[in-house]
């Protein structure tokens, strides 16, 4: 798989400057995006950015952070909401589900870092130590607890996700969840729990969800998944008895090994089954393999 390179400058050396959300907001270069419960506002170009001194954000139930700069230098703000404000905007709000494939790689990452930041900034404004309300640092990248001094990070879980082909390499064995009823395979995927590593971690869940253990892991690559605040870890890996592949009953509704073919087919749309949208890395992990041998 290609290797994924930012492009937004997350200005890093900026966040520790005092006052720099106040000297931004007052800019009126700088561009605003507005998350309201994961979603922000699309445009018919793209995603709508808003100049910050919009008086639409002069109120002070809004959560700021400095998100980075774009390539030609621009600041660009989030506008953490609560979830029943209001914005004047005759577009659509869209997660980056249903928004990237419409959206630039620049407009793709900073959605998914503001939908990532901004959950952090409106479900967690209190110290989980003394319950004391923390004050915001490092641009909205932190917080401090004023009263026992703790400082506090946004969240991002760790999870792993596997392509397992056979041992010929001609057959991808993908899995329906009950949550989709069916309705699409998919690679398997799971969180990292306390004390796991990744590899412990792919060898575990796919033995629990397919009744499949693996060999001959391998890491492909990553991706940001702000739903809640998910790092998607994938790999590739081998089956080590195709025979004994099966779902758990409960999460995994369905297994079936798919020939080349079958995956080319289901990719262009035109079935056996259902894939993951092109925003996940599970339809890029699935992508990947095909075309390794199309």
């Known amino acids: 798989m290609n290797e994924a390179h930012a492009v ?16 931004l907001r007052a800019e009126t270069a700088t561009r605003v995006l507005p998350v309201r419960a994961g979603r922000a506002p699309l445009s018919a170009d793209g995603l709508r950015l808003y100049p ?36 004047d905007h005759d577009g659509s709000w869209a997660d980056v589900r249903d928004a990237s494939a419409r959206l630039s790689a620049e407009e793709t990452e900073i959605l998914v870092s503001g939908a990532a930041l901004s959950g952090w900034l409106r479900e967690a ?15 909205g990248w932190s917080r401090r607890c004023p009263a026992c001094g703790r400082e506090h990070f946004p969240r991002t879980d760790p999870a792993v996700i596997v392509a397992v082909e056979s041992a010929d390499g001609d057959r991808l064995l993908l899995g329906a969840n009950a949550n989709w009823r069916g309705a699409f395979y998919s690679c398997f995927a799971g969180f990292v729990e306390a004390g ?8 575990r869940e796919i033995l ?15 991706q940001p998944w702000p739903y ?9 890996a081998t089956a080590v008895d195709e025979s004994a592949a099966h779902g758990d009953g409960t999460e995994i509704i369905d297994v079936r090994w798919l020939t080349r073919a079958e995956v080319g087919s289901a990719l262009a749309g035109d079935g056996p089954v259902g894939l993951p949208g092109p925003a996940s890395i599970a339809r890029a992990l699935i992508r990947d393999w095909y075309e390794e041998r199309a």
């Not at 937004?8 to 006052?19: F, S």
């Not at 796991?196 to 060898?203: F, I, K, Y």
């Not at 809640?228 to 590739?236: D, E």
């Open 228 to 236: 809640p605040r998910s790092l998607m870890i994938g790999f590739r």
């Open 125 to 139: 404004p209190f110290c989980p130590a003394c319950g004391t309300r923390a004050q915001l640092r490092q641009a």
């Open 196 to 203: 796991e590593s990744l590899e412990t971690t792919v060898h």
């Open 208 to 222: 629990e969800e397919a009744g499949v253990r693996l060999r001959d892991l391998r890491y492909r690559s990553s």
């Open 52 to 87: 910050a001194t919009d008086p639409a954000f002069a109120g002070d139930d809004v959560e700021w952070a400095l998100l980075g700069r774009r390539a030609d230098g621009t600041a660009v703000l989030l506008a953490a909401l609560d979830r029943d404000a209001a914005l």
């Open 8 to 23: 937004l400058d997350r200005a890093g050396a900026e966040r520790d400057q005092p006052e720099i959300l106040e000297q």
